[in-house]
């Protein structure tokens, strides 16, 4: 007797963007901007990804935070969203877009964040914070309020 087809076992297709959520195929510019929304503890990270870092593949990149990795060792995947804020073109951008990011969500003055420093910017910015990166930033501290609330 032949099996249906929907009982054959379901194979998983890889995600082209790894675990990173992001409207469009990832992997231009110099690297990008994520936010991670631990959806337990009520806690984000904001960091950045160089595509070019030696560190392996940006695909299955957690995070540059060893709190939020040895988080990640004990605690499944599933409770943290991975978003992908803004990829950018240079490196001077990418680190302004992380600084404005950081002050935007006024890092020095709250909990809800496990980043505890904001790097400082001494050059010019030759892209400036796109309105998608902005949206994107908002729907974290949206998540981030939610989680609170509950």
Same mark, same amino acid.
């Given at each position: 007797?032949? +099996?249906?087809? @929907?009982?054959?076992?379901?194979?998983?297709?890889?995600?082209?963007?790894?675990?990173?959520?992001?409207?469009?195929?990832? $992997?231009?510019?110099? $690297?990008?901007?994520?936010?991670?929304?631990?959806?337990?503890?009520? /806690?984000?990270?904001? $960091?950045?990804?160089?595509?070019?870092? #030696?560190?392996?593949?940006? +695909?299955?990149?957690? @995070?540059?935070?060893?709190?939020?990795?040895? &988080?990640?060792?004990? /605690?499944? +995947? *599933? *409770?943290?969203?991975?978003?992908?804020?803004?990829?950018?073109?240079?490196?001077?951008? &990418?680190?302004?877009? *992380?600084?404005?990011?950081?002050?935007?969500?006024?890092?020095?003055?709250?909990?809800?964040?496990?980043?505890?420093?904001?790097?400082?910017?001494?050059?010019?910015? #030759?892209?400036?914070?796109?309105?998608?990166?902005?949206?994107?930033?908002? &729907?974290?501290? +949206?998540?981030?309020?939610?989680?609170?609330?509950?």
């Amino acid at each position: 007797m032949i +099996k249906p087809p @929907s009982i054959a076992p379901k194979i998983e297709r890889p995600k082209p963007n790894g675990h990173w959520e992001f409207p469009e195929l990832m $992997g231009a510019g110099v $690297g990008f901007l994520y936010c991670i929304v631990d959806l337990v503890l009520g /806690r984000g990270y904001i $960091g950045k990804k160089h595509y070019a870092a #030696k560190k392996g593949d940006w +695909k299955s990149y957690l @995070s540059s935070s060893v709190l939020v990795n040895q &988080l990640l060792d004990v /605690r499944p +995947k *599933e *409770e943290f969203r991975f978003i992908c804020l803004e990829e950018y073109k240079y490196v001077g951008s &990418l680190s302004w877009a *992380e600084t404005w990011s950081l002050c935007q969500v006024r890092i020095p003055e709250s909990n809800s964040w496990y980043n505890t420093l904001i790097p400082t910017v001494s050059w010019n910015s #030759k892209e400036r914070i796109t309105d998608r990166h902005m949206e994107r930033l908002d &729907l974290c501290l +949206k998540l981030l309020k939610e989680i609170s609330l509950a």
